[in-house]
């Protein structure tokens, strides 16, 4: 029915940058609200950075001033750019949507994530 498929994950040195995508496919009507989270090893899943259907952005403390979040409504993509990338930053990113579709009311819907090793 929806389907969200990220992209973009890989190795980067530190103080790198990498953009992440998401693109989200289906029989959509309406897209509310999309978030990237991630997950380090052993670690809890993190909300990183969440941008509304009207354009506002919010971004965990852990990542402001070094990672942007922007959609494309008519294509229903969002990425994160990020920049000055830490080893801390080190996880698998997944993408995150509240979507209506042209059948059912809205629901949440997941990514299956993409790996982020920042290392040098």
């Known amino acids: 029915q929806v389907q969200l498929v990220e992209s973009g994950g890989g190795l980067v040195q530190p103080g790198g940058s990498l953009q992440l995508s998401c693109a989200a496919s289906?029989?959509?009507?309406?897209?509310?609200?999309m978030r990237w989270y991630r997950q380090a090893p052993g670690k809890q899943r993190e909300l990183v950075a969440t941008?509304?259907?009207?354009?506002?952005?919010n971004y965990a403390d852990s990542v402001k001033g070094r990672f942007t979040i922007a959609s494309d409504n008519a294509k229903n993509t969002v990425n994160l750019k990020m920049n000055s990338l830490k080893p801390e930053d080190t996880a698998v990113y997944s993408c995150?949507?509240?979507?209506?579709?042209?059948?059912?009311?809205?629901?949440?819907?997941w990514g299956k994530g993409t790996l982020v090793t920042v290392s040098s």
């Open positions: 995150n949507a509240y979507i209506s579709t042209v059948i059912s009311t809205y629901g949440e819907y």
């Open positions: 941008i509304t259907s009207d354009g506002g952005t």
């Open positions: 289906g029989t959509i009507r309406s897209i509310a609200v």
